[in-house]
């Protein structure tokens, strides 16, 4: 083998770009004696050198992006259109306007401060706010002074384009609901530390007339004060329980409710006519933890979006050519029979027809294919793909709505079967209602003859102190401290409904390409009888530029030092090859065939073959880099799930990938997305719970339809397919731990729930008897809530340190042998789990 | 001892004032980002650069 690439760095190797810190090549921009890696770096310095905004250069070195590979030439002149505007801004009154931008490129320290320096560029802007966490630049500016394309422009001209997508159009919730829970707590809180105080008399003996005028006093107080607690803190529980009693179904909000209702009625009475004092204080205490609990589970992660679809990429607006004019216009303007233009990495909106141009399409968004398709004038082209190339001009054939992609994203699949009460809480809590009302009903009978009011009396003490509480608590904190510490890690779960479903899954599937292997990481090496001469690595380099084929891409990277060369009469044969002149010589780089070499016979990584004039010359290499301790993953893997490889690809990596997998693994080559989506869907029908494993890219449909989807990133603002679960692509060894570890964590809630079935037995000897005083009820509840909660989150987080996950930063690492030996004591079903 | 009842209202009504701020404070969004303000303080103001910098300020209010 032999390798001819010299790669050491071109002139001074050790100048970096004062504002990118990418190394400068020989090319290199100075500016008042600083080096620029190129014009837009420096543009940037000089702008806000000007402006005296140096100090962003102070804050942390080398603060900027490099604008040196985007394509910074958008127009923005869309933003001017009224309606587009109106969309986009959040409020809009006279001369003050207010709008807020998703800024992907917003990293660090000095992004936040020059972002709300935005004022010193622009005076017009009013006040601006960076959101670290999700990357949101909030502005206020004067609309009279300056435009909204202005604006944009100037956050472009400093390297922080907004992203502008379709879905910024729609209306979405701002985060309402969080801020609603807060003040639910808030409220509840604060009936329960008033009420709290205000029965603490009444568990004391009351003896002097004052104190009777005390005790109708406090007890009218705690009445007003539980008014809120049961129409605004509870209401979410009430409503719940309503829906899902409409649908026929018992959610673990139905015991809740019927704890709630009974409990706040029965105070009612109590205190009106004055033959108790009540449990309001129980009950706004219930209230308050079951709400802290929910606060507790609905850990969010800012950044992360699992629910993107078609609209998070498609543009705004579109280049509209009407009677020889180029123009933008909204895409909701588009309408059948425009001729549009889409340029090089642009997306087509909508089904149209190629009419002028060089067509070579990427429809890895729609399809998973990530080889552009080449097209020719008059051929359909799809929404959702993207040119790659030259400009082309195509016209609309279906309005975007009723296009290929916005179709397929409404294809079933993509509608996960919801309303269906999944989780172990929502299981139980039919058994666990049916059980409550027979002890209920039976102390209501068993009373009756003695006395009605003793009767009613036993009947509501069971309801009060039945309530599932412990148990309602106990999920979403053990869950809570189980998807923070998987957040710790470098997983992230879409909700703690998640971690239950992984525990119960019985089989994985995987992607191969992008998840197994590393995207974008190829191992090329070339093979000849000569080493490439600078020439020739010049030859080829210049030749794979004019190509956008992965294995293009691979050996483009691989000579990225050589000097390029002008290429005549370049062509490109789909699937095939590419060929070219350069210098003189006619190049041939493809497939055995295509060049005209014999086939090799053995199959060890892709094979690109060069020959010079007809001369066969070697040929290239280039293997899938898999991901660092991946066998190890699947080893460990396959003795306790049944595992599958789907692949998109050829099946030339069978031969390295069959011996891991081992026999019982099913590994299929060359599946389309629908095919993928059709295995996970009869695996389900098997009865299997399926976890997908996917790069995101073209697993969108299996992802979706699998019990658990979980999308490899390598970097998490890139784009991801709707999913449950996103996991950083460099603690993909830890994914037999994080397996192993949910299955753990639904140990804990068993566990709790036990524990809480103990306290209610105590309590419900009281309650049949007829003799449960508030006092024991004040004492009981917030006991058992408080266990539960301790016990989840105790153990969750001991669980965590036995599982290594405490120090994880040397975790990726190694696969414990721990973690291996527990799941195979996990593995085994509980009875609960059977009764579920 | 009938102040008392003078004495509970009064504070429930203190304990409310206080309920109305923190509500206030959720809708006014500033529990909605509990980051970005933990780097923005540490930002310094340039001695020469105070005037625009408050006239950020009165802005912002």
Redesign the interface.
């Known amino acids: 083998m032999l390798k001819t690439l010299n790669t050491a760095p071109a002139g001074d190797g050790d100048l970096t770009c004062h504002h990118c810190g990418l190394p400068c090549s020989t090319d290199t921009v100075v500016y008042q004696d600083k080096h620029f890696c190129c014009k837009g770096c420096q543009t940037v310095f000089e702008l806000l050198s000007e402006n005296d905004l140096c100090?962003y250069y102070q804050?942390n070195d080398t603060p900027g992006l490099t604008l040196n590979k985007r394509e910074v030439t958008r127009q923005f002149d869309y933003l001017d259109d009224p309606e587009v505007r109106g969309k986009l801004l959040d409020y809009h009154e006279g001369e003050d306007a207010r709008v807020t931008f998703y800024i992907p490129d917003m990293h660090c320290?000095s992004c936040?401060?020059l972002l709300?320096q935005l004022?010193?560029l622009n005076g017009a802007i009013?006040?601006s706010?960076?959101?670290?966490?999700?990357k949101q630049l909030a502005l206020?500016f004067n609309s009279r002074e300056t435009s909204l394309r202005q604006v944009v422009e100037l956050l472009t001209s400093i390297g922080y384009e907004p992203r502008i997508a379709l879905d910024d159009l729609e209306e979405r919730p701002r985060?309402s609901t969080?801020?609603s829970l807060?003040?639910k707590i808030?409220?509840a809180g604060?009936a329960f530390?008033?009420i709290m105080l205000?029965s603490f008399p009444e568990y004391l003996a009351v003896t002097t007339p004052?104190h009777q005028q005390?005790r109708e006093?406090?007890g009218f107080?705690n009445i007003l004060l539980a008014l809120p607690v049961l129409f605004y803190s509870a209401s979410g529980y009430l409503k719940s329980a309503w829906q899902g009693l409409r649908h026929r179904t018992v959610n673990i909000d139905v015991p809740l409710s019927m704890g709630i209702l009974t409990f706040f009625f029965r105070s009612l009475y109590d205190i009106l006519s004055g033959t108790g004092a009540g449990y309001m204080d129980s009950f706004a205490g219930l209230v308050f933890l079951l709400l802290v609990g929910k606060l507790f589970q609905q850990k969010t992660f800012d950044t992360l979006s699992f629910e993107r679809d078609y609209k998070s990429f498609f543009p705004v607006a579109i280049t509209v050519k009407k009677e020889g004019r180029e123009q933008q216009i909204p895409l909701s303007r588009l309408t059948v029979g425009d001729r549009i233009l889409i340029r090089h990495r642009e997306l087509i909106p909508a089904d149209a027809v190629l009419i002028q141009g060089e067509g070579a399409i990427d429809y890895s968004f729609v399809t998973g294919e990530a080889d552009p398709v080449s097209k020719s004038s008059g051929d359909t082209l799809f929404a959702g793909g993207r040119q790659t190339g030259g400009l082309i001009e195509v016209e609309v054939v279906k309005e975007v709505s009723q296009s290929y992609l916005t179709q397929l994203w409404n294809n079933e699949a993509f509608q996960k079967s919801s309303g269906q009460l999944t989780g172990f809480a929502n299981a139980v809590s039919r058994y666990f209602t049916a059980g409550i009302l027979t002890v209920a009903i039976a102390a209501l009978l068993f009373w009756m003859p003695v006395s009605l009011a003793l009767a009613i009396n036993a009947f509501t003490a069971v309801l009060i102190i039945a309530c599932p509480c412990a148990l309602a608590l106990s999920t979403p904190f053990t869950l809570g401290s189980t998807l923070r510490i998987f957040s710790r890690l470098g997983f992230y779960l879409k909700n703690t409904d998640v971690v239950e479903t992984l525990a119960r899954s019985t089989h994985l599937v995987f992607d191969k390409t992008g998840t197994l292997t590393r995207s974008g990481k190829m191992s090329v090496s070339f093979e000849g009888d000569l080493p490439l001469n600078a020439d020739e690595l010049g030859g080829v380099h210049s030749l794979v530029s004019q190509s956008i084929h992965p294995l293009s891409l691979a050996i483009y990277q691989h000579t990225g030092e050589a000097p390029k060369r002008k290429v005549e009469d370049f062509r490109e044969v789909t699937g095939q090859g590419i060929e070219g002149t350069v210098n003189g010589r006619r190049w041939r780089l493809g497939s055995a065939q295509f060049v005209g070499c014999p086939a090799p016979d053995e199959n060890r990584g892709s094979l690109v073959f060069i020959s010079i004039d007809g001369q066969m010359r070697g040929l290239f290499r280039i293997r899938y880099a898999y991901r660092e301790g991946m066998s190890g993953v699947i080893t460990s893997l396959k003795r306790y799930f049944r595992l599958a490889l789907l692949s998109g690809d050829n099946n030339r990596e069978e031969g390295n990938l069959a011996p891991v997998f081992g026999e019982d693994a099913t590994l299929a080559f060359q599946q389309s997305p629908a095919d993928k989506l059709a295995f996970v869907e009869k695996l389900q029908g098997q009865g299997a719970s399926v976890v997908m494993i996917g790069d995101g890219l073209n697993d969108a449909g299996a992802l979706r339809k699998s019990d658990v989807g979980i999308s490899i990133s390598e970097d998490l603002n890139s784009f991801s397919p709707a999913c449950d679960g996103i996991l950083e692509a460099s603690r993909f060894a830890l994914l037999p731990q994080i397996l192993a570890f949910s299955k753990a964590s639904m140990r804990v809630v068993y566990l709790n729930f036990a524990v809480s079935l103990v306290y209610n037995v105590v309590g419900l000897s009281f309650a049949v008897q007829g003799t449960l005083s508030p006092l024991i009820c004040a004492i009981l509840m917030p006991l058992s809530s408080i266990t539960a909660i301790v016990i989840s989150t105790v153990a969750t987080h001991l669980l965590g340190r036995y599982y290594g996950f405490h120090h994880s930063e040397g975790m990726a690492k190694t696969l414990s042998e721990a973690a291996v030996f527990h799941l195979d004591k996990t593995q085994p079903k509980t009875p609960l789990e059977v009764s579920a | 001892m009938s102040v008392m009842f003078i004495l509970v209202v009064a504070s429930l009504v203190f304990a409310l004032a206080f309920l109305a701020a923190f509500m206030w404070a959720v809708r006014s969004g500033q529990f909605d980002d509990g980051y970005t303000p933990s780097v923005r303080m540490l930002f310094e103001d340039k001695p020469g650069k105070r005037k625009e910098n408050n006239d950020n300020k009165t802005d912002s209010k």
Do not use: K, M, T
């Open positions: 100090e804050l320290s936040i401060w709300e004022q010193r009013r006040q706010r960076v959101d670290f966490l999700r206020r985060n969080q801020r807060y003040i808030a409220v604060f530390g008033n205000l004052l005390f006093f406090f107080l």
